[in-house]
């Protein structure tokens, strides 16, 4: 290897490790067996961890996030992907601007949805309800929803759904027996996006989210803000741990995808 | 039969195709004006209103109150450092990425990926960890002897600007190699077989032809950097004060809606303003990456 190419690629590893190591040492950190977190532990033990269980305001709190990360995916994704089959049968001009719409949530500062968010549920009550913040979630789910099904969908030959049609099917029933099959890796991934992206919203649930409805990380964070506490670590540990399966996930669902196509090709 | 005839099957169905496309996008487009329009609209309705009568002295606080300027102020200073800090890293990385063989360029992305897809609360409880009076960098340039007393990297901008750095790191790095993957290899070649040296064909080549790449990341990273909240109120101890806290402490402390309002007002405009100048070089929906 040129010297050049390898001063280049020892730049680019330390600068991976620089990115992976942060992610990766609250891990080791959360099995500490000391209140003042320094590395490496003193000793190991699971103290952390048992807090974290045996604390009835933090399970709360997780059953709270769980629920709502898991209902606002499955309605984002449901919405999300009528929307992306709506934007990519419609080739006008003003569909196109409705599609920018869909991509708001992403572009506006969270901290301006927060306070927008705030402003409609205090005037509908719907402040500190699990209805409140499913429905915000939704809204922020969208995006990514909606950009994955749109890739799916543009790698779907619509000559398919259209013999379908011509054989006698109609639209919903092809939809879901003709397209849905050909871009479900596209829906899945953009329903784990919307699941991890709602399990970690953090800002807008600082506003909305309260009483029996607090969410893990508004929690976390508003511990955060008084004390460096290792149970974080414990729950940050879970968090990340979550965060690496569903990309793994998207990345096995992708994978599937790939080998199918593959699999036609020989037949 | 005059009038069926009247009408033209084919503007018949195309008439219902168009309420199809509408009453498919309708709940989502619902939710986001319900949650999203809606509020903005009344954001900026109010930002112009003081005791039931127009006024425009939230505004005019941009001008009087230094406060308002300096925040915005750091908060840009801040925005650029940290653009121009994950430029310069995601560029070399995203080079490598792009040039690898498949499966070195897949562990790459991943290392990119899973940062990506990790709550940006975890990370930046990570930097506060790692970067405290007594954390692992402070304890290792000490072992190392490099250092006689612990340095302040946190509670302070430098604390924000290296966390914030890390987590809009791949926001850069995944434009940057989407470009980068499309730019022939062969176009290298035929520079490299034409007499031109390495550094010569990557200058005057593989930069320009990356350039969308780079506007697309740096737009993304800059608007993404001026709206950050978590990692500016956990890491910057009080000190580095940005537009997001700005409202926040206006609401949360003051209950003040017609400063908030005109801040988020001013904030918004720049995003937007960015986005607009953005847009006419390349598609908005490249910078999403939608395409």
Known sequence: MKPSKLILNGTVGLILLWLIIPVVIVMPMSFSSARFLSFPPPSWSTRWYEAYLASAAWMDATKVSLTLAVLSAVIATVLGTAAAYALNLSGSKLVRNLQVLLFLPVVVPIIITAVGVFVVYANVGLLATMTGLVLANVMLGLPYVVTSVLVGLRKFDPAQEMVSRSLGMNRLRTFFIVVLPQIRPSVISGLLFAFISALDETVVALFISGGENQTLTKRMFTALRDEIDPTIAAISTLLTATSFLVVMLVALSARNDSARVVADDDA | ?291
Request: net charge positive; with cysteine.
């Open chain 2, 1 to 291: 039969m005059a009038i069926s005839s009247a009408v033209d099957p084919s503007v018949l169905h195309e008439r219902r195709e168009q309420r199809l496309i509408l009453m498919l996008l309708a709940p989502a487009l619902l939710v986001v004006i319900g949650l999203l329009i809606v509020p903005l609209c009344w954001l900026a309705w109010q930002s112009f209103r003081q005791d039931g009568g127009f006024t425009l002295a939230h505004y005019a606080r941009f001008v009087s109150d230094d406060v308002y300027w300096r925040t915005f102020l750091q908060t840009f200073r801040i925005a650029f450092v940290v653009t121009v800090a994950t430029l310069l890293l995601a560029y070399p990385v995203a080079y490598v990425a792009a040039s690898a063989s498949r499966r070195m360029s897949i562990l790459i992305l991943a290392m990119v990926i899973l940062p990506f897809w990790t709550s940006v609360l975890v990370r930046s409880y990570a930097w506060l960890i790692l970067l405290q009076r007594r954390g692992l960098v402070n304890s290792a340039l000490d072992g190392m002897g490099l250092i006689d007393q612990p340095l302040i990297l946190v509670n302070n901008e430098l604390g924000t600007v290296i966390a914030t750095t890390h987590i809009l790191l791949p926001f850069m790095v995944l434009p940057l190699y989407a470009a980068m993957q499309k730019i022939p290899a062969d176009l290298m070649m035929a520079g490299s077989s034409l007499g031109g040296s390495p550094a010569h064909v990557f200058w005057r080549v593989f930069l320009p032809l990356s350039l969308p790449g780079v506007l697309a990341g740096t737009v993304l990273v800059f608007v993404l950097a001026l709206g950050f909240y978590i990692t500016p109120e956990l890491l910057g101890g009080g000190r580095t004060y940005m537009v997001s806290m700005l409202v926040s402490r206006n609401i949360e402390l003051y209950s003040e809606w017609g400063a908030a309002s005109s801040i988020s007002v001013v904030l918004l405009l720049c995003v937007f303003g960015i986005f607009r100048l953005a847009s006419m070089i390349i598609p908005f929906e490249r910078i999403m990456g939608a395409r």
